[in-house]
């Protein structure tokens, strides 16, 4: 599991196409320790980190200082770039080495900010770099199951039962460890505890406060504290303007905010074309998903990691254009998730802790947009498969239907 092995023939798939990739994702998800691996399969390398002082010195002193890299033979040398988006004039720099160095060097950029939100038109960086997601542990890369994209497209519905117990065991270990390889791997909640309580205060007091000069650091951090109870329904903005005594405007930049950065994500409505749908507020959850005690909503969050990762990176490999949505209309109707593909919904999944019932919203929608669906529980052993009209629903655990998750 520590070898991250999906990321690796993400990173060789991208490379092949360009000579710079991005990679971005949650602090202390393993962006480092993925680069370091990527570096061992090239006999020259160089990692550079904007946080080591020495390594800036060098940037201000020659801008082209990975030159003077000893190569050991005449393969192509490899240079990480880390936390580089720290720097003022970062794009135009990463610009200028590519024009010069794109055909003798391989560039890795890794970051913990949000380095897609720069993809925008007249981006002096367009057109020379791919970007791809790296994010804590998820669950079908612990299990080593995952199906094939085109299979799993194909028929999400697919069970196939391996690795049973095993399965189990990592599903409630990340339940109270998260997925973030530290505490995770040191297999302690009281590791878990203290890197939590550190986490999200460190990310909010030093990135977030340096690089985008907000004052109201403690105001950011309470919003973020409130968050756990939040979980499982649309946020209301409103109410947290209330609760804070700020505006709308100023509670929405810096749910943005913590979404740039990783410590949420959001999901908003689907409306397309089904009765009566309306638009709501988003949905947020958190990486950090340990820190919710209500299991229901902790549940939901963990579903919702397990299939936010999945369309991200189908998306970074080009396997089409994947999102993810809640529906809600004005009956009140609600399913949890629909997983959408190039702008057709094609998978609903609902969350139930222990319900081996379909929930009537998910048969209601299923038969309007006539798609697969999904019932996931928290707990269980074996699956079912109930018949709705022309289609199917399976009712099953989760960690026995998202360890097959690609």
């Not at 791809?132 to 085109?150: G, I, K, Q």
């Not at 069970?159 to 117990?165: A, M």
């Amino acid at each position: 599991m520590e070898n991250r092995a999906t990321y690796v023939d993400v990173w060789t798939e991208l490379s092949d196409g360009k000579a710079m990739v991005f990679l971005a994702g949650p602090r202390q998800a393993g962006k480092t320790t993925l680069a370091k691996m990527i570096a061992e399969s090239f006999t020259n390398s160089l990692y550079w980190n904007w946080d080591i002082a020495d390594h800036r010195k060098q940037l201000f002193e020659d801008a082209s200082f990975f030159t003077r890299l000893v190569r050991k033979d005449n393969a192509k040398p490899f240079v990480i770039l880390d936390e580089i988006h720290k720097y003022k004039d970062w794009k135009n720099y990463l610009k200028g080495i590519y024009d010069e160095f794109s055909d003798q060097y391989k560039f890795l950029i890794s970051g913990s900010g949000r380095l897609d939100i720069y993809q925008k038109g007249g981006d002096s960086l367009a057109g020379r770099y791919y970007l791809f997601h790296l994010f804590p542990f998820t669950f079908s890369e612990m299990c080593n199951t995952s199906r094939p994209v085109a299979d799993f497209v194909k028929n999400p519905l697919e069970i196939s039962i391996k690795k049973g117990s095993a399965s189990a065991d990592h599903w409630r270990q990340l339940a109270v460890l998260s997925g973030f390889p530290e505490p995770f791997l040191s297999g302690r909640e009281t590791t878990y505890r203290r890197w939590s309580n550190t986490y999200g205060r460190q990310l909010i007091r030093e990135d977030i406060r340096d690089l985008t000069g907000i004052k109201a650091v403690q105001d950011i951090e309470t919003l973020y504290m409130l968050l756990p109870s939040k979980i499982g329904s649309p946020l209301s903005v409103t109410s947290l303007a209330e609760d804070l005594k700020v505006s709308y405007n100023t509670v929405r930049m810096w749910l943005d905010i913590l979404e740039k950065f990783f410590l949420v994500f959001s999901i908003p409505t689907w409306t397309g074309k089904i009765t009566r749908a309306i638009q709501k507020e988003k949905k947020y959850y958190l990486w950090d998903y340990a820190r919710i005690e209500n299991n229901a909503a902790r549940f939901e969050n963990m579903v919702a990691c397990e299939l936010w990762r999945a369309v991200t990176l189908w998306t970074d490999q080009g396997l089409g254009n994947f999102s993810m949505h809640f529906i809600k209309d004005k009956e009140k109707r609600e399913v949890d998730f629909v997983v959408v593909r190039n702008g057709k919904p094609f998978l609903l999944v609902e969350t139930k802790l222990s319900d081996t019932h379909p929930a009537k919203p998910l048969t209601a929608f299923q038969n309007m947009l006539g798609i697969p669906a999904v019932q996931v529980n928290n707990e269980g052993e074996g699956y079912r498969i109930i018949a709705n009209g022309s289609n199917n629903i399976l009712i099953a655990p989760a960690w026995l239907w998202l360890s097959g998750l690609p």
